[in-house]
C-alpha cells in the first residue's frame, strides 16, 4: 500500500513539473507537440529509474561529503548514454529533441530524487519512485504540449519515434482561421503551463479542504464522546 | 589528508566506470550514427537527382569549414552539404550550384532544429522554390516572420557559392 501511495504521489498531488515546480525549463521548452513531449518524458523516465536504481545501490557505501558530485556524474553519463542510443535508434526523435537531452543533465527532478528520496530508500522503492515521478513528469509535458499543439496548429499529430513518416495518429478539429500561434511559442508556453499549475493547486486545496474537514468532524466527534463519557461517569458516581 | 585521499579514490572510481560505460556505449552506437547521417545524406542526393546512381556522386576532398561539411560532384553540378546556425539547432541542408552558370539547381534541407511552423519554414517548398533557379551570388529572398533561420541559409549558399569561385 504505501509504494502505491509513494508511485501515486508522483502523478498529480506531488507532480513534479505543476506541484514540485521542478524541471520547468524543458517543461516550457519541448512542449511544442505532443511528440517532442513523448519523446522527452521516456528519456526522463529512463534516467530517472537507472539514476534512482543506481544511487541507491551505492547510498551505503557513498561518502556523504562528496554525494553531490558522485549523483552527477552518474546522471551525466545515463543522460549521454540515453542521448547516444536515441541517435544511434531513433535518429528523427534526436532531431526534433536537440539540445533539450543533454539538458536532462541539468533537470532537478532526478537530482532532486536522487538526493531526496534514492539516497534514503531501498533500490525497489527508488525505481518505483523514479517510474512514478518520471509518469508525473511525462503526463505534464504530455498534457501541456497537446493543449498548446491543438491551439498553435488546430490538431494533433503523433508519429512513430522511430520513422517520422509513419503517422501512428492525427487529427485536426480547429480550421487553420482560428489557430493561435502565439502557443507555438514560450509566451503559449508560460500561459499553458499558469493554467496548469492552478488547476492543480486547486486540486491540491481541495484535497487539503477535505481533510482539514474530516479532521475537524472527527475531533468534534472524539470531544462529544469524551463528554459523553465524563456525564455518564458523573452519572455513576451519583447513583453510588 | 587521508580522508581527502579516500575521497578523491572514489570519486575517481565512479568516474573510470561512467567513463567505461561511455566508451562501451559508443562504441556500439557510433558506427550506426555514422551510417544513419550516411544513408539520410545519400537518399537525399538520390531525391535531388533521380537520374543518378549512388555511386555518381563524386566526394570532393579537401573541402571544409564550420558549415561546409562536404562537397559532392555531379556532373557540372557541385553539391555543398552545409550546416548552418539558427534560432535554436540550426538547420542542415544541401545545395547543388552549377559550376558553369553559378545557378541554384537544387536545394533540400536535411534537418531543422528551429520552432515549428516558424524556422522549419526553411524545409517547406515554398522556401526551396524561391532559391532553386537564382543565381547563388546574388539576392535571395529570407523568409519574412523567420528571418534568424533562414539568412543563415542563404549566407551559407553564398559562401559555397565563393567557396566554388576558389575552387575554379
Known amino acids: ?240 | 589528508m587521508k580522508k581527502a585521499l579516500q575521497l578523491g579514490l572514489f570519486l575517481a572510481i565512479v568516474s573510470a566506470i561512467a567513463g567505461g560505460a561511455l566508451s562501451y556505449v559508443n562504441g556500439i552506437t557510433s558506427p550506426i550514427i555514422e551510417e544513419n547521417n550516411l544513408a539520410i545524406e545519400k537518399a537525399t542526393l538520390l531525391e535531388m537527382y533521380p537520374e543518378a546512381n549512388e555511386d555518381d556522386f563524386e566526394l570532393v576532398e579537401g573541402v571544409s569549414s564550420k558549415t561546409i561539411q562536404k562537397v559532392y560532384k555531379y556532373n557540372d553540378f557541385y553539391i555543398f552539404n552545409m550546416k548552418v546556425s539558427g534560432y535554436k539547432d540550426g538547420t542542415t541542408y544541401l545545395v547543388s550550384i552549377d559550376s558553369q552558370t553559378e545557378v541554384i539547381d537544387k536545394y533540400q534541407a536535411l534537418s531543422n532544429g528551429d520552432t515549428k511552423g516558424l524556422g522549419s519554414q526553411v524545409m517547406d517548398e515554398p522556401f526551396k522554390e524561391s532559391l532553386e533557379g537564382k543565381s547563388a551570388s546574388g539576392e535571395l529572398d529570407t523568409i519574412s516572420g523567420a528571418t534568424v533561420s533562414s539568412t543563415p541559409v542563404i549566407e551559407g549558399i553564398h559562401e559555397a557559392d565563393q567557396v566554388l569561385k576558389d575552387m575554379k
Open chain 1, 1 to 240: 500500500m504505501n509504494r502505491w501511495k509513494n508511485f501515486k504521489a508522483g502523478l498529480i498531488k506531488d507532480n513534479p513539473v505543476f506541484s514540485l515546480y521542478l524541471g520547468i525549463c524543458s517543461t516550457l521548452a519541448i512542449t511544442t507537440t505532443v511528440n517532442n513531449a513523448i519523446g522527452m518524458g521516456a528519456a526522463v523516465i529512463m534516467v530517472l529509474i537507472l539514476s534512482n536504481v543506481i544511487i541507491s545501490c551505492i547510498r551505503k557505501i557513498t561518502p556523504d561529503e562528496i554525494r553531490i558530485p558522485v549523483y552527477i556524474v552518474i546522471i551525466a553519463s545515463l543522460v549521454t548514454i540515453i542521448q547516444m542510443l536515441i541517435q544511434a535508434f531513433a535518429p528523427s526523435l534526436n532531431d526534433s529533441l536537440g539540445v533539450f537531452i543533454p539538458l536532462i543533465v541539468v533537470n532537478c527532478i532526478i537530482l532532486g530524487r536522487a538526493e531526496a528520496f534514492a539516497s534514503k530508500n531501498n533500490v525497489l522503492d527508488s525505481a518505483i519512485d523514479g517510474l512514478g515521478m518520471g509518469l508525473g513528469y511525462t503526463l505534464a509535458v504530455v498534457v501541456m504540449s497537446f493543449l498548446r499543439e491543438l491551439l498553435a496548429t488546430g490538431g494533433c499529430t503523433i508519429t512513430n519515434p522511430f520513422n517520422v513518416s509513419q503517422v501512428l495518429f492525427s487529427f485536426s478539429i480547429i480550421p487553420e482561421e482560428y489557430t493561435i500561434s502565439m502557443f507555438g511559442s514560450s509566451v503559449g508556453a508560460f500561459v499553458t503551463f499558469a493554467i496548469l499549475a492552478a488547476v492543480v493547486a486547486l486540486m491540491k486545496n481541495k484535497e487539503a479542504d477535505h481533510i482539514a474537514l474530516e479532521e475537524k468532524e472527527a475531533k468534534k466527534k472524539e470531544m462529544e464522546a469524551k463528554k459523553a463519557a465524563a456525564l455518564e461517569a458523573k452519572k455513576g458516581a451519583k447513583a453510588v
